[in-house]
């Protein structure tokens, strides 16, 4: 995408977001935000016991040889998402940082074989949230006929991509998916980049296939850890409803939180996906029955939290590149 594109489709977004708060109104979100008051706490806090989780998962994909200790990998894996949300398409920033930190344990191979297998592990625990989401959707809403036959349609696509993804990790994901983008037009210029390297998504496809094969058990644990993280995660919006005293539960974030992150990730070209994620929560809260406004406030809550966790990840990078010069010292 364009830097002229880029920025049509960011003012794109400012524009939703502005047309968003004046139907709502600033006097509203205003009084929403003060009634959730110190409630924006354990909104912020809840992502800790999330981020213990999927640190646990990464370690399980670099294998029992020398790796980094579980804070530094909880640290690395903070910091790695701290620059994802900072970059401003795609959110593949913390990657090549996260590879570069882990070289010195694992060395280069492993490192990015690593990262790959949880960015896998990741999507795919996704993907189970937004089917969760779905079925609970269908089932605690009054959602009339064509948009329950819409919603199990979506299902079943998302079912196929996992299908299409357990396949390939018995001889790797990632060069099946490239020759299937480069089929969609959309797709073709963001990946042509990669098809150069098709040598090295080779390489990480057969160390992939290779942690896959060599533990099946260990593989669809980690995937089962990344689940429970993703589920819980959702109780950012239910603390959300709390505080601003209204009564739905937990099913209720989910649909929420999962729905909105499917919403974001199909349309991952918005820069800080700006609109995106506010029109969808204000939309998904009004099918839900809430009140009108109440999804808007929500967004804007949930931007809180991003940005005090990314502003711990920014922080941490410098104390883990320390840590990394020492580890490199010691092996060579």
Not at 106 to 118: F, I, N, P
Not at 276 to 285: D, P, Q, S, W
Request: glycine share 10%.
């Amino acid at each position: 995408m364009g830097k002229k594109l880029r920025l049509v489709v960011f003012a794109a977004g400012l524009v939703v977001l502005a047309l968003l708060v004046n139907h709502v109104g600033p006097r509203t979100i205003a009084s929403d935000a003060r009634r959730v008051g110190w409630w924006i706490v354990p909104v912020v806090l809840v992502y800790l016991p999330v981020y213990m989780l999927n640190a646990v998962a990464w370690r399980m994909t670099m294998g029992e040889a020398r790796r980094p200790g579980y804070v530094r990998t909880l640290a690395l894996l903070i910091s790695g998402f701290a620059l994802n949300y900072l970059t401003p398409v795609l959110a593949l920033g913390g990657e090549p940082y996260r590879v570069a930190s882990l070289a010195p344990w694992l060395g280069r191979r492993r490192a990015v074989a690593s990262v790959a297998t949880y960015f896998l592990l990741h999507a795919l625990a996704n993907v189970l949230t937004w089917l969760t989401a779905l079925v609970l959707a269908v089932a605690i809403t009054p959602w009339p006929r064509p948009l329950q036959i819409a919603a199990g349609l979506l299902a079943l696509v998302l079912l196929g991509i996992m299908a299409v993804v357990f396949r390939g990790l018995r001889r790797g994901v990632f060069e099946d998916v490239l020759a299937l983008g480069l089929r969609v037009p959309i797709l073709r210029r963001l990946l042509r980049r990669a098809y150069v390297r098709r040598a090295a998504l080779a390489r990480i496809d057969a160390h992939m296939a290779a942690f896959y094969s060599a533990g099946p058990a260990r593989f669809f644990a980690a995937l089962g850890i990344e689940y429970v993280a993703r589920i819980l995660s959702m109780a950012e919006f239910w603390l959300i409803f709390i505080g601003l005293g209204i009564h739905a539960g937990f099913a209720e974030a989910i649909v929420m939180g999962s729905l909105t992150s499917l919403a974001m990730n199909v349309t991952f070209f918005m820069p800080l996906e700006v609109g995106t994620k506010e029109g969808a929560l204000f939309l998904i809260g009004n099918t839900l029955g809430l009140r009108v406004g109440v999804g808007l406030t929500m967004s804007l809550i949930s931007r809180v939290r991003e940005v005090a966790w990314a502003a711990i990840g920014v922080a941490i990078v410098p104390l883990v590149g320390r840590g990394r010069t020492r580890a490199h010292v010691r092996r060579y």
